[in-house]
Nanobody
Framework: QVQLVESGGGLVQAGGSLRLSCAAS????????MGWFRQAPGKEREFVAV????????YYANSVRGRFTISRDNAKKTVYLQMNSLKPEDTGVYYC???????????????WGQGTQVTVSS
């Protein structure tokens, strides 16, 4: 079992930045692929970014590429999502997920956090 706890969400104006964190409880955190997803009100959960266990591979959704950066610190068992140039359409609940493959479908991940709210005002 892996517990994931997100933090760092909040209210920010368009053009601003936020850094999300996701702390994991698993001692073997470094073996897992980590992903970020988001869900806007009335919409399905969507893929944002994924990072391989060694950070050698990162992949982003087209909507965030060039603005968001995913990173991880295996010693701290934490994955991050640096979000710059935020837009109102980035508003939603952001979830981190833990899995064993570089998936972009949320259903293919094994563990989820509770989510953190990000609201971008125009």
């Amino acid at each position: 079992q892996v517990q994931l706890v997100e933090s760092g969400g909040g209210l920010v104006q368009a053009g601003g930045s936020l850094r999300l964190s996701c702390a994991a409880s698993k001692r073997t955190f470094s073996n897992y692929v980590m992903g970020w997803f988001r869900q806007a009100p009335g919409k399905e959960r969507e893929f944002v970014a994924v990072i391989s266990s060694s950070s050698s591979y990162r992949y982003y959704a087209n909507s965030v590429r060039g603005r968001f950066t995913i990173s991880r610190d295996n010693a701290k068992k934490t994955v991050y999502l640096q979000m710059n140039s935020l837009k109102p359409e980035d508003t939603g609940v952001y979830y981190c997920a833990c899995g064993t493959g570089l998936f972009t479908e949320w259903g293919q991940y094994d563990y989820w956090g509770q989510g953190t709210q990000v609201t971008v005002s125009s």
